[in-house]
């Protein structure tokens, strides 16, 4: 009987250690919970790009999977970590996220020392993700989404500037151009007919270049006159997944990502070409969580 219980616990011991070391491939395992949908955790984490506090000098973007999982290669001062992250739902309101870390430099040595001591590899890592999370959830008490629902974009004529930029910075990109399209409106007597809006044309999920057309709506004319800078379009109707978005519009795209999550989880098909419809003058000032934008995903038969 001792016997028998010496071989089991070899062989236990054996198992554990060609798993160990030749099957977990990381050295430590980070996990949090929070209210955000995958979609945003991914969007945060994908830009993410260090802390003076954490000593971080560069995050480099590996490897993604849309909305699941990111790998990163984190360099702080003369060591390289990589951090391979995975988002999933656990329920309508919590989504799980974990960061498996490993030293790249020291791969042998922390396999050793890990299990037994909380060295200086453990608690750095534990500092960085930590110091992230906290990034996190300031953010994300910047905005609110909610109200999702089918909905359709009615049809518009606009006059717009069309315009490049990546996505964060949409909205600056927006304010210093608007002299150029409300000069024109101003100029010509056009009596707006509307809010306005923002209707992307190209995006980039990883990225984050995006075209897009700033548009304010107006009667249709004949008698009014392009320039080298405004352009008179049609906006047609779509039918659509719409969201409210409260907060500064400059960050009015994490909406986007609540509606790609919704429809993806609905087995809805839609097109990454939002539109956003702004419905307070952002140059008012006051408190930006009681701004409110209609952003708008268009649902494809494709």
């Not at 071989?7 to 236990?12: E, P």
């Not at 969007?43 to 990163?72: A, P, Y």
């Not at 430099?105 to 020392?113: D, E, P, T």
Request: proline share 4%; net charge negative; hydrophobic share 35%.
């Amino acid at each position: 009987m001792k016997k028998q219980f010496w071989i089991v616990l070899i062989l236990a011991l054996v198992i554990s250690g060609v798993w160990y070391f030749g099957v977990k491939k990381d050295h430590y395992r980070i996990s949090f919970t929070t209210k955000q949908p995958p979609a945003i955790v991914f969007n945060q984490i994908s830009q993410w790009q260090g802390t003076k506090e954490t000593g971080i000098s560069d995050v480099t973007l590996i490897t993604t999977q849309r909305f699941t999982s990111i790998t990163q290669e984190v360099q702080v001062e003369d060591s390289i970590f990589q951090y391979d992250w995975e988002f999933h739902r656990e329920d309508a309101t919590t989504t799980k996220v974990q960061v498996k870390i490993t030293d790249k430099n020291n791969w042998f040595a922390q396999k050793l020392q890990v299990p037994f001591s909380q060295n200086n590899f453990v608690k750095r890592n534990i500092q960085t993700v930590k110091t992230l999370g906290d990034e996190f959830i300031a953010e994300t008490k910047k905005f609110k989404v909610h109200s999702i629902m089918d909905t359709v974009f009615e049809e518009r004529y606009c006059v717009y500037l069309p315009l490049t930029s990546n996505v964060e910075r949409k909205a600056s990109n927006m304010l210093y151009s608007i002299g150029d399209l409300m000069g024109y409106i101003k100029d010509n007597e056009i009596e707006l007919k509307g809010d306005p809006y923002l209707e992307v044309t190209q995006w980039d999920e990883i990225s984050g270049a995006m075209s897009y057309n700033f548009c304010f709506p107006i009667s249709k004319s004949d008698s009014l006159p392009p320039t080298e800078k405004v352009f008179f379009k049609d906006s047609p109707s779509f039918k659509a997944i719409k969201a409210e978005f409260n907060g500064n519009y400059a960050i009015s795209n994490n909406a986007w990502y609540y509606l790609m999550e919704y429809a993806e989880r609905n087995g809805i098909n839609v097109k990454n070409t939002p539109t956003e419809v702004y419905l307070n003058d952002p140059q008012s000032g006051g408190d930006a969580l009681k701004w409110k934008a209609d952003i708008y995903l268009p649902i494809t038969d494709e």
